[in-house]
């Protein structure tokens, strides 16, 4: 059984930083690219970061670059989400994804697997 599970959110004032890790299990993904999403209650999941196999080429949302830095290490079959400089709009649950293609993608239908999610709040 493959499994994603987050870990590293919490509740934070702006400005202030967190780390996500997304740790897999059940398969590896050193091959295939890998990324996060966030999603607020009723809107859309909307993209943040994407990573692709060998950690050559990343591509992130607007409205995070230069903020957030996402990073994958594969011996531990981990991907992680650097998020510097929070503000009170980043507030969400991020979820990260596990493709089995082998480019890189920000659309989440190339992603077949999920995880559960961690939430982020940021306070003003």
């Known amino acids: 059984q493959v499994r994603l599970v987050e870990s590293g959110g919490g509740l934070v004032q702006a400005g202030d930083s967190l780390r996500l890790s997304c740790a897999a299990s059940?398969?590896?993904?050193?091959?295939?690219?890998m990324a996060w999403f966030r999603q607020v209650p009723g809107k859309e999941r909307e993209f943040v970061a994407a990573i692709n196999w060998n950690a050559a080429s990343t591509i992130y949302v607007d409205s995070v670059k230069d903020r957030f830095i996402i990073s994958r290490e594969h011996a531990l079959n981990t991907v992680y989400l650097q998020m510097n400089s929070l503000k009170p709009e980043d507030t969400a649950v991020y979820h990260c994804?596990?493709?089995?293609?082998?480019?890189?993608?920000?659309?989440?239908?190339?992603?077949?697997?999920w995880g559960q999610g961690t939430q982020v709040t940021v306070s003003s």
């Open positions: 059940g398969r590896t993904f050193h091959s295939h690219p």
């Open positions: 994804a596990g493709s089995t293609g082998f480019g890189i993608y920000s659309n989440p239908d190339q992603y077949f697997y």
